[in-house]
Every structure is written in C-alpha cells, then in structure tokens.
C-alpha cells in the first residue's frame, strides 16, 4: 500500500489552490506514515487547519472514517490564503497509482 513506485496523479484543482510546497509536504507525509508503520487504509484524508505560524501549516490526517487521526506539521513559509476554507484533500491508493484530489466535501473548489 502506498508505494513508491506507483505513478502520483494530482488532480488539476488541487494544482491550482495549493502551492507545489504544499503538495509535495503532503507526499513526504504520507512517506513518513509509511515508514512508521501506521497506513491502514488506502484512503487517507488531510483536513487542513486554520493555524499556521510563519514557516509551518497543519493538517489533520484521517483515517478509516476519521477513527484514527493525527496531526501533522507542513513545512511552508509562503502565501497561506489558501488556509481557512475547510480543504480536504483525499490521497487513494489505486492498483496502478496513487492519486491526490479534493474531497467531495469541497465541490465549491472546482
């Protein structure tokens, strides 16, 4: 699950809200979990939060219907007007990719 060999496919609005920083933190992530053993499910969900200090964002990843959740720290000291609009953005593992897109919760970003 969740391997690195897999091609990454990123939707085009996820491409256009947020930063390429961003994105690439949410990939680093999802890497770390991998390493630390906790991935249990193919889908994972990244709720960002409102906070932020001058160099780092948080995201909220979720798992198994939000059971199991823990707070992550982006690396990011750019623009942050994309924070403070509720974004969900959901990573599924596919059989031939891995695949980043807004969550269906979010249709007012496309």
Known sequence: MFENTKKRKIDQDVKDL???????G???????MKKDQILITPVVAFVFSDDSTDDEIYVM??????????EYTIKYSGEKDFLGKGTI???SDRPKAITMKFSELNEDKK
């Open 89 to 91: 953005v959901v990573v």
């Open 61 to 70: 990843g979720l798992q198994n219907s939000g059971a199991i959740a823990q």
């Open 26 to 32: 949410i990939w680093s992530t999802l890497k770390q």
């Open 18 to 24: 947020l930063p390429i920083e961003v994105i690439n």
